[in-house]
């Protein structure tokens, strides 16, 4: 008896589609890598890093020159400022949490071109790069129960 691999279940895709796609994936997703480097060249002209979760995470730890912009926050009103010519870097938390994609999905339905951080502030610091903060990180030892910051 021969079984088909799991892999194969779903035929792959023929290469142009392929392309398109993942052309698309990247159009839409940032590297941290690249984002420091633009950081430390002084080339991030062009987009915005938006904090799209509430303001006590980003007092915790953002990448430096972010702007925070809480996706529950995000009405016509509080983006009328913005500038539509700038693409807008939407991260949050991690893979574990979705406040980029719902900043990023708002600001795309209020005109704004947008991208996400893939990894989040996480994957951020985890590639030990730098971050700001307002209050002094927590120890493990006096660290409240884990819960999201979305």
Known sequence: ??????????????SATAAALLRAELA?????????????????????????????????????GAINLPYRDMTPESVSRL??????????ESINCNAATKGALKLAELGFKVKR????ITA??????????????????SAPAPRCAC
């Open 117 to 120: 951080l893939s990894g989040g």
């Open 83 to 92: 500038d539509r010519d700038l693409v807008y870097v939407c991260y949050c």
């Open 1 to 14: 008896m021969t079984t088909e691999p799991r892999v194969l279940t779903f035929p792959a895709l023929d």
């Open 124 to 141: 951020w610091e985890a590639a030990g790069y730098p971050v700001d903060r307002d209050t002094p990180a927590f120890s493990l030892a």
């Open 28 to 64: 839409l997703d940032v590297d941290p890598d690249d984002l420091v480097r633009d950081l430390a060249a002084g080339t991030q002209h062009g987009y915005v890093i938006v904090e799209t979760r509430a303001s006590e995470a980003f007092s915790s730890a953002r990448i430096p």
